[in-house]
């Protein structure tokens, strides 16, 4: 059957992809007539289009289908990540502001690639064929490298940038080698088409050789171990406000793609790659939580932390089912609202030359700024999993996904390390409140109080969330249901 051109008409399902990007363009030549002092204006029409694109989205503009050829899915489970996403790269893009201003290393080209990056994130999360898989990835991944390297002055943020691109290229090279296979094996790209050959394939060996190819390349792409090598020196390096994006909004897009690529196109061989990510998430539990311990960078404690989230939301995956996949959504969901306030609080603290990316910088802070320290103290609370934060119903709900998928073993290493975890989260709410501050008093930055009505709303969120996390699980479901 010869495929015909598709009509506006036949588009509209791609209408706020095609908003953003437009947009995006429009802002990159509005730009160029844009001198140093007035860049503000380029910040908030980034801020002003990805809210006109959370309500295209929200409120069903363009409705959902299935549009070219099969490559670009919109249902609920595409609407509600994008949403997130979208919101998660808003706050981003509010807490860049301030800090990179201040250093001098605000750019126009930081909120094109933000929104580029964001463009790459939902055309992966609508990912219908490998092809389009590899077109949002590769275009999330390459604004994701510019990011990093944004001080170009700075040798550990260039040292950071170099290993993400070299690394994240390894990964993508992987991944398509996988989606080779996977294409050899069933003679099409189509994820619907591929379920659907899988099912019945003589080519058995060729199949489970690409599925391991793919699990490796998500896993990259996660930064769960053992290919977690590039995540702590990246976030690290990164400047802080850059850390918090590709920390944040990207692990729902990856989340995307592992559902699209495993249950979407492999489904059959449930069997098979469940067990591999089951054994990833159990690796990415025990190693994250583990180093983590030894860590007084609190940039670096939250990156092997990031790597026992994965380790978490990997859980979820391998209990697979309807309630697992809605598990898993809900944990990258909460994820990234928490390690979004989790970095707001280093960009809240820094100020001048000084950056309060070392645990030892909150001595004492309840003693200065006993509201920031709550704040603090809330964001460490839920992503340690204590109740009633956001974090604990997370934690709980893919705990539960593993026990419904059978993997009481899963579960057990789930919550011996979630216990492990809660140590290092909790030392760094003992330095705020019982110990006293080395050195010079570093006091809390008053002088922008749009950003710290942000952080604030951020922090006491996953509090106010904890209560009513009900309705966001329900969306999670529906959209698997």
Not at 319 to 333: K, L, S
Not at 366 to 383: D, E, F, K, T
């Amino acid at each position: 059957m010869t495929p015909t051109m598709p009509t506006a008409a036949d588009l509209l399902p791609l209408l706020p992809e095609m908003v953003l990007i437009g947009a995006t363009f429009a802002l990159l030549m509005l730009d160029l007539f844009i001198d140093e002092s007035r860049r503000i204006i380029t910040h908030l029409s980034a801020i002003a289009i990805l809210v006109v694109v959370i309500v295209l989205i929200a409120a069903g503009v363009g409705g959902q289908g299935v549009v070219l050829n099969g490559m670009f899915i919109r249902d609920t489970t595409a609407d509600v990540l994008k949403v997130v996403a979208c919101g998660i790269s808003a706050l981003a893009l509010i807490y860049a502001w301030p800090f990179l201003r201040e250093r001098g290393l605000y750019k126009g080209e930081v909120p094109i690639l933000m929104l580029f990056a964001v463009g790459g994130m939902m055309l992966l999360i609508s990912a219908g064929s490998l092809v389009m898989v590899y077109l949002g990835l590769e275009m999330l991944a390459l604004c994701s490298y510019a990011l990093v390297a944004i001080d170009r002055d700075s040798p550990l943020a260039s040292e950071a940038a170099m290993k993400y691109f070299v690394l994240g290229s390894l990964a993508s090279g992987m991944l398509l080698y996988g989606l080779s296979l996977i294409y050899g094996a069933t003679g099409t790209l189509d994820l619907a088409q591929i379920r659907a050959s899988v099912e019945g394939s003589a080519n058995a060996d060729l199949l489970l050789a690409g599925v391991v190819f793919l699990v490796v390349g998500i896993a990259f792409k996660f930064g769960a171990a053992p290919f977690h090598m590039w995540l702590p020196d990246v976030y690290h390096g990164a400047p802080t406000p850059i850390t918090l994006f590709i920390g944040s909004a990207p692990k729902l897009a990856s989340f995307a793609m592992a559902y699209r690529l495993l249950e979407g196109g492999v489904g059959p061989l449930d069997d098979r790659w469940r067990l591999l990510i089951a054994g990833l998430a159990a690796l990415s539990l025990v190693i994250g939580n583990v180093v983590a311990l030894a860590q007084t960078n609190l940039k670096r404690l939250l990156a092997y932390s990031t790597i026992s989230h994965v380790g978490f939301l990997f859980m979820g995956i391998a209990g697979g089912g309807p309630q697992g996949y809605a598990a898993a959504m809900f944990y990258a969901i909460s994820y990234a609202i928490m390690s979004t306030a989790a970095f707001g609080a280093i960009v809240v603290m820094s100020r001048g030359d000084f950056e309060a990316d070392r645990i030892d910088d909150f001595k004492g802070l309840n003693a200065r700024s006993p509201w920031h320290a709550g704040l603090v103290m809330c964001v460490m609370a839920s992503l340690a999993g204590l109740p009633p934060f956001l974090g604990f119903w997370a934690k709980l709900a893919v705990l539960r996904a593993a026990l419904d998928g059978g993997m009481l073993w899963l579960a057990i290493v789930g919550i011996v390390c979630a216990v492990i975890g809660a140590f290092y989260y909790i030392r760094v709410i003992k330095v705020m409140y019982f110990d006293e501050p080395d050195g010079d008093v570093h006091m809390v930055a008053r002088d922008n109080r749009p950003l710290r009505i942000v952080f604030g709303v951020n922090a006491l969120g996953l509090l106010a969330l904890g209560f009513a996390w009900n309705p966001i699980m329900a969306w999670c479901q529906h959209a698997f249901a």
